[in-house]
Every structure is written in C-alpha cells, then in structure tokens.
C-alpha cells in the first residue's frame, strides 16, 4: 500500500463520510425490511381471508350435494309410489 492511501484511510474525515454513508445506507435497509414486514402481512392476511372463503365455499358445496342425495332420494321414493299406485 503507498502512504497517501493509508492517510486517506486513516483521515477521521473520510472514515466519518463512510460512517455516515454505512448509517444511511443501514436505514434504507431497514426501512426495505419494514416495508417488505408490511407487505407479506398484507398478502398473509389476503391468503387466510381467500382460504376461509375458499373453506365456506366447500362447505356451501357439501351441503347442496347432500341436498341433492337427498331431493334423488325423495324423487325415486315418489316414483315408486306412483308406479305402485297406477
């Protein structure tokens, strides 16, 4: 290493500068990090939201589908009392 490098490296200015420019650079980090925090909390609570649907939806489904057994099961018993009947 030549001298005038090891004093620009040991000038209390420039190592200030670097300090300040570290600092800034580590609040912007932060500040990412924040926003980011933010951001995956926003899309977690947008997925648990659409998996509750999503389980209210499966629920409805089941229901109908039962419904349905059900509405078969009355129709045939209908038809065969019909049939016996006529």
Do not use: C, F
């Not at 924040?34 to 609570?45: H, I, P």
């Amino acid at each position: 290493m030549s001298e005038p490098t090891r004093a620009t490296a040991a000038d209390p200015q420039h190592l200030e500068a670097q300090i300040v420019s570290l600092r800034s650079q580590l609040e912007e980090a932060r500040d990412e990090a924040e926003l980011n925090l933010l951001m995956l909390q926003q899309v977690q609570e947008e997925l648990e939201s659409t998996y509750l649907a999503q389980q209210q939806q499966e629920q409805l489904v089941q229901r109908q589908r039962e419904q349905l057994q059900r509405a078969e099961g009355l129709i045939e018993a209908l038809l065969e009392r019909v049939e016996r009947q006529g």
